[in-house]
C-alpha cells in the first residue's frame, strides 16, 4: 500500500511558494522607469534584448513575455543582517533602492536597459530569504547561478586583490570592478561558456519546449482556419 503524505499550506517550503508564486503573478514594470515606493522583498529581473550570448534566453522571454528570470534577488530591511530591526514597521525603501543598484549597473556596460523588465513583491520580512530561495531553485537563473558578480557592490579600497567578477568581464564598465585583479578567462571564453550553460539549462530547455508546441498549436489553428474559409 502507497501511503500518499498529507499536504501541509502552512509547511515552510509551501508558504515560501505561496511567496514566490505571488511575485509571479506581478504585471512586469520596465526596470528603466519604476516608480519610488515603499518596502522590502523579491524580485526577478528578466532580458529581452539582443546581446548575442543571450539570445536563448531572450528569445523565450520575447516569445512567452518575461518567463524566465536572468537574476533573483532580495532586499531586506535596514539592520536586517544583522538581526535586528526585522519586527518593526519602520518604512523602508529598501526594495526600491535595491532595483535601482541593478539599473545604474546594467547602463554602466553596453546592456541597453529598455530590454531589461523586472516583478518584485514587498513581503513580510520573515519570508523574504525563503521566497528568494525557492525561485533560485525554480529557475536557476543564469546571473545568480553561473555568471556571478552582477549583484555585488564595491568591495572598497583595499580590498581589490580578489578576481573581477565574471559578469564584469563579460559586461565591462563598472569602476570598481576594472581596479580587481584580472581573470584568466576572456570577454570571449565567458561569452560562449554562458552560451553552452543556458544550451544545458532545465528551466530553458522546459520553456522552449512550452514555445514550440504554442507555435505548432498556433500554425494549426490558422491550417484549420484557412480550410474553414475555403
Known amino acids: ?8 499550506p502552512l509547511e515552510k517550503v509551501n508558504l515560501g511558494k505561496s511567496v514566490a508564486d505571488a511575485l509571479l503573478s506581478k504585471a512586469p514594470r520596465k526596470l528603466k522607469t519604476l516608480e519610488n515606493f515603499h518596502g522590502a522583498g523579491i ?9 548575442p550570448a543571450y539570445q ?4 523565450i522571454n520575447t516569445a512567452q513575455g518575461p518567463s524566465i528570470p536572468i537574476y533573483v534577488g532580495k532586499a531586506i530591511p535596514e539592520g536586517g543582517r544583522k538581526g535586528v530591526g526585522q519586527l518593526t514597521d519602520k518604512p523602508t525603501r529598501t526594495l526600491y533602492r ?31 530569504p525563503l521566497g528568494e530561495s525557492l525561485l533560485i531553485a525554480r529557475f536557476s537563473p543564469l546571473w545568480n547561478v553561473f ?44 561569452a560562449l561558456e554562458t552560451q553552452s550553460w543556458l544550451d544545458q539549462s532545465p528551466s530553458l530547455m522546459q520553456s522552449r519546449f512550452e514555445v514550440n508546441e504554442a507555435v505548432a498549436q498556433y500554425q494549426v489553428r490558422q ?4 480550410l474553414i474559409k475555403k
Open 1 to 8: 500500500m502507497h501511503d500518499e503524505k498529507p499536504y501541509n
Open 223 to 226: 491550417s484549420v482556419e484557412l
Open 43 to 51: 524580485y526577478a529581473i528578466y532580458y529581452q534584448g539582443d546581446f
Open 147 to 190: 555568471l556571478d558578480g552582477f549583484g555585488n557592490h564595491d568591495p572598497g579600497k583595499g580590498r581589490y586583490q580578489g578576481l573581477a567578477p565574471k559578469w564584469d568581464v563579460l559586461h565591462p564598465g563598472r569602476a570598481w570592478a576594472e581596479k580587481c585583479q584580472k581573470r584568466p578567462e576572456t570577454q570571449a571564453q565567458i
Open 98 to 128: 535595491r532595483l535601482v543598484e541593478h539599473s545604474e549597473s546594467i547602463q554602466c556596460t553596453s546592456l541597453k536597459i529598455n530590454d531589461f523588465t523586472c516583478r518584485y513583491l514587498v513581503v513580510d520580512d520573515i519570508w523574504i
Open 56 to 59: 536563448k534566453l531572450s528569445h
